[in-house]
């Protein structure tokens, strides 16, 4: 392609990365574990925002193509890692973050990539499994499994208190 | 409690929202100027690109047969490591191999080309499961052979037809009529494999 049609205007690309910077940077970072990394997922999920040629129909389908496509961008970045690197230090990596690594944070941090997204759609945003499997496209049996297996991880980890 | 808590100390600082946001603001401004490139530039590009490459066969993927898939004609007992000495795009758990014949197989269906490609996954046991994925812009036939599935259930290669074949989110489906993230459960979209990259 020669040239990139424009869908979005600067006013729009604005409102709608404030509206979501947050969200996708929890998502990415949760994923990635550094800034520096869920600085570029960030970067490309709204690159993906800024190509989209379609519209959304609502502030919660948009919201929710956000949750789909960071996680999707950041379960590409560790793909492509796994390819290409061994591994990486994440204690040091850890250790330029900004902002205080407690142990709940550490533990969350720790789980299973699959798990990530849909405990910080529970956790977080609070949505309940049936919303969660909607915007996931997932069925909701799948996401109460998922829930109860990363609940268990967490609870024996944190005790009863944190849940 | 707690867990909400921790999630909101994970914050990126206004500075560097600020940054990444002027980045993208950038990019676009840079990349939509490219429209206004002078004519001397695409016909240089046509020349020297476009041509060539379009006169250039793609190298790896199968030439496209409308007939039987090559799947038939596979050794059962063929192992993984015979199977990356062909033409084959692989996926491991950790690992893809011959990304270029996917690429190159993509790059046919954009241009509405007809052309095939055969794609290995592998189960958690790691036995393999193939699919022979024969495109043409008027339809998309797939061959699926799950027979080297100790725990599967189907012993024979299973053909399935759709009339579109395409990308979403770094996935490719095979799908009757519309492609979207809202319809991806739909049960006539068929999910073929997730794309490293394209």
């Known amino acids: ?163 | 409690m707690k867990i909400k808590e921790s999630y909101q100390k994970i914050r990126l600082d206004e500075q560097s929202q600020d940054r990444i946001l002027e980045t993208l603001l950038n990019s676009q401004q840079t990349k939509t100027q490219k429209n206004y490139k002078p004519i001397v530039i695409f016909i240089t590009t046509f020349l020297f690109i476009i041509i060539p490459l379009s006169m250039k066969k793609p190298l790896m993927n199968a030439e496209y047969e409308s007939s039987m898939s090559q799947l038939y004609n596979l050794s059962s007992d063929i192992t993984l490591d015979e199977m990356k000495k062909y033409d084959f795009y692989i996926q491991t758990n950790h690992k893809t191999f011959h990304q270029d014949i996917m690429n190159s197989f993509l790059q046919d269906v954009d241009n509405k080309i007809s052309s095939s490609i055969i794609i290995v996954h592998l189960t958690i046991e790691g036995d393999p499961i193939l699919q022979d994925i024969h495109y043409t812009p008027e339809k998309t036939t797939i061959y699926r052979d799950a027979s080297r599935d100790r725990f599967g259930k189907s012993s024979e290669i299973e053909i399935l037809e759709f009339n579109h074949l395409g990308v979403l989110e770094n996935n490719l489906y095979a799908y009757n009529e519309n492609l979207h993230l809202d319809t991806v459960v739909d049960e006539n979209i068929y999910h073929i494999t997730y794309i490293a990259q394209k």
């Open chain 1, 1 to 163: 392609m020669m040239h990139q049609n424009i869908y979005h205007s600067h006013e729009e690309i604005t409102e709608v990365y404030h509206r979501h910077i947050d969200m996708v940077f929890r998502i990415c970072y949760s994923y990635l574990k550094n800034i520096a990394d869920s600085e570029d997922a960030v970067s490309s999920t709204f690159m993906k925002y800024i190509k989209y040629e379609k519209t959304f129909d609502s502030l919660e389908h948009e919201k929710a193509w956000f949750i789909v496509t960071a996680s999707n961008t950041c379960k590409d970045m560790l793909n492509k890692w796994w390819r290409h690197f061994d591994s990486f230090d994440e204690n040091y990596m850890s250790s330029l973050e900004i902002f205080e690594i407690d142990t709940t944070l550490e533990v969350i941090l720790q789980l299973p990539a699959r798990y990530k997204t849909v405990i910080y759609l529970y956790y977080y945003e609070g949505y309940n499994s049936e919303e969660i499997a909607k915007i996931l496209n997932k069925s909701p049996s799948t996401i109460r499994n998922q829930l109860a297996r990363a609940k268990k991880i967490l609870k024996r980890k944190l005790g009863d208190d944190s849940l």
